[in-house]
């Protein structure tokens, strides 16, 4: 078994490394974001006149829906993120779209980390806010610019099959 294992790393180290690149980044930017704010004790910081950072705590899922106080609500949104990860995977590596590695790697980064917050915290730690004039887009962080990348890749490459592998 620590053959197959082993052989696996060796195949999808490309893969790997690139997944972990994305995740440590996520990683990285939420702690450096969190030490900043609470240090500075700051809620939020304007860059300019279209975009914030802002902490907001995240305890729902995509949008902040159907929000889960208790720690229970949150390992069960954790146990739910597991098995739609588990099957967007293996929808993914049975199909024979020709971005399917890539659109893994950033589903499945942005959605592990974003587990990880909720272990950590019971909450998904959000910062990225957009706001011009009177429009106001929803608060975010990276692991969703992950997801959100990682499907809409998918989706174009159903939407255009000639971008599928050839036989």
């Known amino acids: 078994m620590n053959k197959n294992i082993f052989r696996l790393l060796g195949e999808y180290k490309k893969e790997i490394a690139i997944f972990s690149g994305l995740f440590t980044i996520d990683r990285l930017v939420k702690v450096f974001l969190l030490n900043f704010l609470q240090e500075n004790q ?15 705590w995240n305890k ?10 208790s ?16 099957w967007i995977a ?10 399917r590695s890539i659109t893994l790697i950033l589903i499945l980064a ?45 989706i174009y490459a159903f939407i255009y099959p000639n971008i599928k592998k050839s036989p």
């Open 90 to 99: 293996k929808f993914i590596t049975n199909s024979d779209i020709r971005y």
């Open 110 to 154: 942005g959605a592990s980390s974003n587990m990880i917050d909720r272990l950590i915290y019971g909450a998904v730690a959000d910062f990225f806010h957009f706001e011009i004039a009177t429009y106001s887009w929803y608060v975010f962080n990276i692991a969703d610019i992950y997801i959100v990348s990682g499907l809409l890749i998918l």
């Open 60 to 69: 729902g899922v995509s949008y902040g829906l159907f929000p889960q106080q």
């Open 71 to 86: 720690y229970v609500g949150q390992l069960i949104i954790i146990f739910f993120s597991l098995i739609i990860c588990v």
């Open 42 to 56: 700051l809620n939020s910081f304007r860059l300019n006149n279209f975009f914030e950072v802002t902490l907001v």
